[in-house]
């Protein structure tokens, strides 16, 4: 089946530092990458909609120069957290669709927990 | 994407079926129904989906009413493992639709 591979898993930062955290499709290419961001108890909220060649779409509210993601190759998609701070302290969550017919299905990776201190 | 409405929260004995019910009145003609479960600090795992006629996997069942303004996931055995959010999205399936999540149900399998 379609698996995303997320990096890391976790990460503890400083405040004010940036943190990159990386998504890959492993065994298809993905034209398009969604990333989420979910609060404790609650749940998962899009942030970016990322195509391949493209710039993303940001939801609203979701500050795209803090934010920075990048979709540079059909199974390479990249979030940015610049200047992190301890608001920005979330669950980070990348998916990305797979084509086994019409409907297919959404894959998700299995997320990064992003603690800035 | 059509919203949809579950129970926050359910309980089910281990070995027995769950059932997991899943409104979901403004659904459009070209909408599937997915079904996804997110075990704690985990990312989503993909279960099922489906348009009108009733799915069967390996791991769940997933029956939609004949108007398919409802549907329900089964877990026919239930493990302790089974125990995670349970979200049912409705989303057109095609081109570039992001999944949107609602608050989903929390399944607790009891030993």
């Known amino acids: 089946g379609a698996v995303v591979s997320q990096h890391p898993s976790w990460v503890i930062c400083k405040s004010g530092t940036s943190v990159k955290i990386e998504c890959r499709s492993l065994?298809?290419?993905?034209?398009?990458m969604f990333w989420y961001r979910q609060f404790p108890k609650q749940s998962l909220m899009l942030m970016a909609t990322?195509?391949?060649?493209?710039?993303?779409?940001?939801e609203q509210g979701v500050e795209k120069d803090k934010f920075l993601i990048n979709h540079a190759s059909l199974t390479l998609s990249t979030l940015t957290v610049t200047s992190a701070h301890p608001e920005d302290s979330s669950f980070y969550i990348c998916?990305?669709?797979?084509?086994?017919?019409?409907?297919?299905?959404?894959?998700f990776g299995s997320g990064t927990r992003l603690t800035v201190v | 994407d059509a919203k949809t409405t579950q129970p926050t929260s359910m309980d089910c004995a281990e070995g027995r079926a769950a059932n997991l019910p899943c409104n979901h009145s403004?659904?459009?003609?070209?909408?599937?129904v997915y079904w996804y479960r997110q075990i704690h600090s985990q990312g989503p795992q993909y279960i099922i989906h489906?348009?009108?006629n009733n799915e069967t996997n390996e791991m769940a069942s997933l029956i939609i009413t004949e108007d398919r303004k409802s549907s329900t996931l089964i877990l026919p055995h239930a493990t302790l493992r089974d125990t995670a959010v349970y979200y049912c999205?409705?989303?057109?399936?095609?081109?570039?639709?992001?999944?949107?999540f609602g608050k989903g149900t929390k399944l607790s399998v009891i030993p």
């Open positions: 489906g348009l009108k």
């Open positions: 403004t659904i459009s003609g070209n909408e599937y």
């Open positions: 999205i409705v989303n057109p399936g095609a081109g570039s639709y992001q999944l949107t």
């Open positions: 998916s990305a669709r797979w084509f086994r017919d019409r409907s297919g299905g959404y894959t």
């Open positions: 990322s195509n391949e060649g493209s710039k993303a779409t940001y």
């Open positions: 065994d298809f290419q993905a034209t398009t």
